[in-house]
């Protein structure tokens, strides 16, 4: 039986729509079709669908029985790896990464962060709050998970998913590419994760932490961004190719 990802709340007897990448693949390939029982997985439970029509770009779906929680770790599509910035900035960065559904935030302390890892831990419990307001206004389900703030060569102990794509966000780097030439023939359907540096940039000594936990370096054309910025647009591209948004 094909199994499909929903990001919001499902019920029993709830009527709901594929996503479009999901739609699209299935109207590509023609393999299913109305009637068709499906899995359906959400961020908590697994679900017993059946398809009850098929639109020209979207595939409706009945939410038909419960087969209780998951059994695997909730994996996060997009991941961004922030430097620690001023304040406003660092919260303005917070707010709209709810809005456009970034699922996770690991903040960093780099050679030229503003803000140092230890006294970025006293503001967790407000950075929560900006996620919980931000979360209520967008109407997002599921808010977005921030992690305790580490130290930049603690990276090398975080456990990436096999196969997930490790970029870095580096104008200092020669051989760093445009990031349209390089997603053109990536797999995006495996997580991703971003790097985004302070306004300063990275240090020499940061490059290295990168290249020695195989993260590739990509920039982007045209102008130049500010921190808080960059991971968003660079978030927001990959999540429109990836069909979440």
């Not at 499906?38 to 979207?58: G, K, P, V, W």
């Not at 038909?64 to 900035?89: C, M």
């Not at 979360?135 to 096999?162: A, D, G, H, M, V």
């Amino acid at each position: 039986m094909q199994k499909f990802f929903v990001k919001h709340k499902l019920s029993v007897d709830d009527i709901t729509h594929l996503s479009d990448s999901d739609s699209r693949n299935i109207l590509e390939r023609d393999t299913l079709h109305i009637e068709d029982y499906i899995e359906i997985e959400t961020y908590e439970r697994r679900f017993l669908a059946q398809i009850t029509d098929i639109h020209t770009n979207s595939i409706e779906i009945h939410i038909i029985e419960d087969l209780g929680e998951r059994e695997s770790d909730f994996v996060p599509s997009i991941t961004i790896i922030q430097s620690l910035s001023n304040d406003s900035k660092f919260n303005y960065f917070i707010e709209k990464s709810v809005e456009i559904g970034i699922e996770k935030i690991i903040p960093i302390e780099s050679k030229y962060s503003l803000k140092s890892k230890n006294k970025a831990i006293k503001d967790t419990g407000f950075w929560n709050k900006l996620v919980r307001d931000a979360t209520e206004q967008s109407r997002n389900i599921f808010p977005t998970i921030i992690e305790r703030p580490i130290y930049l060569k603690e990276i090398s102990n975080y456990r990436f998913e096999k196969n997930s794509i490790k970029i870095c966000f580096a104008t200092e780097v020669d051989s760093s590419r445009y990031l349209d030439e390089y997603i053109l023939n990536k797999n995006l359907k495996v997580p991703v994760y971003i790097a985004i540096g302070p306004e300063k940039g990275w240090d020499i000594t940061d490059i290295d932490i990168f290249k020695k936990n195989d993260f590739d370096f990509v920039r982007l054309k045209g102008n130049i961004l500010r921190t808080e910025t960059t991971g968003l647009v660079i978030g927001s591209i990959i999540k429109f190719l990836k069909g979440e948004i």
